[in-house]
């Protein structure tokens, strides 16, 4: 389910590329090894969020972010990152590893946030560079439809098939929904693509 709605929100239109690098991408194959996410990108999202009158989850918007991408935010030492003021307002963030509610955003670690892998090779075309998006959106950024009949709801149900031996050590599981996801308003989300200096490649 978690890959299913990360395609639905990975196929979104609002797309920036990040700034840490020496030069400034602009497209997903001109993403650079040394294009790290940096704080100012975050801030430019939230801009944008706001100019568009996007309404928040009480008050702070939500970011999905890879490790990977995490690691890179998190090191950066300028006076204006993440780093500084957590050192002196909320030291919990840097002995907890996390990034917490930044710049009105609050950052959730995910292994799930969508990669491109070797999408890059940092001028113009595919190469050995992985690209992470980072997603950050407001309410109203997905739609959830689903059917209520035959026993389905918002959530799958789980089916189990024929026990295949007389122990019963061998029975299949699965599940079943009928729902999807979608992009309810583009102007809701936003996503910023980035490579990472830990990534496998």
């Not at 050192?87 to 963030?93: A, L, S």
């Not at 950052?107 to 001028?123: L, Q, V």
Request: hydrophobic share 40%; aromatic share 10%.
């Amino acid at each position: 389910m978690d890959q299913v709605v990360r395609d639905v929100l990975a196929a979104g239109t609002n797309v920036v590329y990040a700034t840490g690098g020496s030069t400034t991408p602009t497209s997903r194959e001109s993403v650079s090894a040394d294009d790290v996410l940096a704080a100012d990108d975050v801030r430019k999202v939230v801009a944008q969020l706001r100019g568009a009158n996007v309404a928040t989850f009480n008050g702070s918007y939500i970011g999905f972010i890879h490790p990977d991408v995490s690691y890179d935010f998190r090191s950066a030492t300028d006076a204006a990152a993440w780093r500084t003021p957590a050192n002196y307002v909320n030291p919990e963030g840097i002995y907890n590893g996390e990034i917490g509610l930044f710049e009105s955003v609050r950052f959730i670690e995910t292994p799930r946030a969508k990669k491109f892998a070797d999408a890059s090779n940092g001028t113009s075309t595919t190469g050995t560079i992985d690209v992470y998006c980072t997603h950050i959106m407001g309410r109203q950024a997905l739609a959830k439809a689903f059917s209520a009949q035959d026993g389905n709801g918002a959530v799958p149900k789980i089916v189990r098939g024929n026990v295949t031996d007389i122990l019963m050590r061998l029975q299949p599981l699965g599940w079943y929904w009928l729902g999807g996801y979608g992009r309810f308003r583009e102007a809701s989300l936003r996503r910023i693509e980035s490579a990472s200096s830990i990534g496998s490649n």
